[in-house]
């Protein structure tokens, strides 16, 4: 395998008047998506006595399901299936937008540090209206050889399998590196790959990434190897699938097949019925942006 691609982040306001800073790798105008992933936003480790930390309002997805994953903190998730859950270190919360679903996401009053990604998978048109739908699973860490602590969260590596249903094939996990640590992953080589360095500096086929920066793989490998080059620890998000060969429209916290989905999608939020209401929240819902003057174009990953 050659050397990785390196995705650098962007910071973006996350969430409306009271928002936090988050950095984000995916989309950019060089890559669009990894498999059907298609949003890496990575924020923290925040004091949230300095920052707030994290109140977004009520807001309305379609077309995806989001990935919450935390190092560290908490947050309260509610949204409009009556679902109120937990976001807590090492647990998945992932939530089923489909045909239209809205949630709001509060770090708690007990959150110091808040520390984490927020992830989104595109889903294919077959399934895009599919039914809302909320899944928490806790991966066990295992030991891989090398030096590593791995949780699988979505799809299967190292023996390791969740549970959790996608509609695309994908991997998601959270490793570990011990200072000095050297890792080959087997992985399915219809695969592409994105690696996300959270803290230290680890090689990627032999390229170097740092913090906050992503990794891409290519596919075609069968396996992955991971060094972690200093003398601390390393923590990293690996994910997964293969190429998503349709392209998509993504606008605000909607993702569609084409430019009139969107339209019609924000239409519906604002005038509320599609979406449902998420009880609970101390605050009014996110108004949609003003659509742009120029026509929302399809975004895909070919050259």
């Known amino acids: 395998m050659g050397d990785a691609e390196v995705l650098t982040a962007r910071d973006v306001p996350l969430g409306g008047p009271r928002a936090m800073t988050v950095r984000r790798t995916l989309p950019q105008r060089a890559r669009t998506l990894i498999g059907a992933w298609c949003f890496v936003d990575h924020y923290g480790p925040d004091d949230v006595a300095d920052t707030g930390g994290m109140d977004v309002a009520p807001h309305p997805h379609t077309g995806l399901q989001t990935v919450s994953w935390l190092f560290s903190g908490e947050i309260e998730h509610r949204d409009s299936l009556g679902t109120h859950a937990m976001v ?6 992932l939530m089923t937008g489909g045909l239209g679903i809205s949630h709001s996401e509060v770090s708690t009053p007990a959150t110091t540090v808040l520390h984490g990604v927020q992830l989104w998978v595109a889903l294919p048109q077959r399934h ?29 590596l190292s023996g390791e399998v969740s549970p959790v249903r ?138």
């Open 166 to 303: 996608t509609f695309t094939p994908l991997l998601g996990a959270e490793l570990l590196l011990a200072p000095g640590a050297s890792v080959t992953l087997t992985v399915d080589t219809a695969f592409e790959h994105g690696l996300l360095v959270d803290q230290g500096e680890v090689t990627l086929a032999g390229t170097p990434l740092r913090q906050a920066e992503l990794g891409y793989a290519a596919p075609g490998a069968a396996t992955l190897t991971l060094t972690n080059r200093t003398d601390t620890a390393a923590r990293t998000i690996l994910l997964g699938g293969p190429p998503f060969d349709e392209e998509i429209v993504m606008w605000w916290n909607f993702i569609g097949g084409s430019a009139d989905e969107i339209v019609r999608a924000r239409r519906d939020w604002m005038e509320g019925g599609r979406f449902g209401e998420v009880k609970g929240y101390d605050g009014d819902p996110l108004p949609a942006p003003e659509l742009p003057n120029v026509p929302l174009k399809p975004r895909g990953n070919r050259r």
């Open 128 to 156: 895009r209206l599919t039914e809302r739908n909320f899944q928490h699973y806790a991966p066990q860490p295992v030991q891989v050889d090398g030096g590593a602590e791995l949780r699988v969260f979505l799809g299967s």
């Open 88 to 93: 807590r270190p090492g647990e998945l919360n």
